[in-house]
């Protein structure tokens, strides 16, 4: 598939989708945002891709929605009703994706480029990454779910912060606040993010994190009874697998996992 706004590429069981429009810092288009979803959707159907990472060309991770898109919704009264069903599954379906999403953040993640991370499943950036939810310095509300997920990965307080005031957030204090996982050298910055990739690609079972995947997601609206069954269950079906057989087996020969995902 040939793509106008992102790059796409497999090395060693790492899918990187790259936002590819670096002369306007990646700002999102519906362009790009149909061609994103394509690739990660097509990266979580092959089989030889074990992790997913997302990063921007240039300078920039994304610098938001492209003002022309935002003109356009602005112009579209009375289409709130029949957008509200993509609305509402607008990117959480990056969850049900099964295998690991990681952002790279390379550069400034705004408004809507500040979504796409939250709704990654790790995030790692370099020290020229930051950070903002701008909406209500455009007139705008928290919206696709950052009121959520926002609070979830940061503590209310922090979140509160940030969707108030609209301010930037820089690397340092997105570590100090839980927002990314890892703060990576600014030298070889995508080589770094890569490898993190590459290392969680080939040292878990694919099978097991696809499961514990849905374990996490599920469990944001389970109480821990459901959370504690649904373990049980998946913890029987996982004891017939291949995957738990080859894990003790490569622990014991002590050599590399050869995981199968089955």
């Given at each position: 598939?040939?793509?106008?706004?992102?790059?796409?590429?497999?090395?060693?069981?790492?899918?990187?989708?790259?936002?590819?429009?670096?002369?306007?810092?990646?700002?999102?288009?519906?362009?790009?945002?149909?061609?994103?979803?394509?690739?990660?959707r097509v990266a979580g159907d092959d089989e030889v891709v074990r992790a997913i990472l997302i990063t921007g060309a240039g300078s920039g991770f994304c610098a938001g929605a492209d003002m022309g898109m935002l003109k356009t919704l602005s112009r579209t009264p009375g289409s709130a009703n029949a957008a509200r069903e993509q609305y509402l599954t607008r990117y959480s379906w990056m969850h049900e994706i099964p295998k690991p999403i990681i952002a790279a953040v390379n550069g400034p993640a705004v408004g809507l480029g500040c979504v796409i991370p939250l709704y990654c499943d790790i995030r790692l950036a370099s020290p020229q990454a930051q950070f903002c939810a701008i909406f209500a310095k455009r007139g705008l509300i928290a919206e696709f779910g950052v009121a959520w997920i926002l609070p979830?990965?940061?503590?209310?307080?922090?979140?509160?912060?940030?969707?108030?005031?609209?301010?930037?957030?820089?690397?340092?204090?997105?570590?100090?606040?839980?927002?990314?996982?890892?703060?990576?050298?600014?030298?070889?910055?995508?080589?770094?993010?890569?490898?993190?990739?590459?290392?969680?690609?080939?040292?878990?079972?694919?099978?097991?994190?696809?499961?514990?995947?849905?374990?996490?997601?599920?469990?944001?609206?389970?109480?821990?009874?459901?959370?504690?069954?649904?373990?049980?269950?998946?913890?029987?079906?996982?004891?017939?697998?291949?995957?738990?057989?080859?894990?003790?087996?490569?622990?014991?020969?002590?050599?590399?996992?050869?995981?199968?995902?089955?």
């Open positions: 598939m040939s793509y106008r706004e992102i790059l796409y590429s497999v090395q060693d069981r790492v899918a990187t989708i790259m936002l590819n429009r670096p002369e306007k810092l990646n700002a999102w288009t519906q362009v790009m945002e149909s061609e994103f979803e394509a690739a990660v979830h990965l940061v503590g209310l307080g922090n979140a509160i912060d940030m969707l108030f005031t609209g301010r930037m957030v820089d690397a340092e204090e997105a570590l100090r606040m839980g927002l990314v996982s890892e703060l990576l050298p600014e030298e070889d910055f995508p080589a770094h993010a890569w490898d993190v990739a590459r290392k969680m690609a080939h040292s878990v079972s694919p099978r097991s994190l696809a499961v514990i995947k849905r374990q996490v997601y599920a469990g944001l609206s389970e109480n821990l009874g459901a959370a504690i069954s649904r373990g049980f269950d998946e913890m029987m079906a996982s004891l017939e697998c291949q995957d738990f057989k080859e894990g003790i087996a490569h622990y014991l020969e002590k050599r590399p996992a050869r995981f199968q995902g089955k």
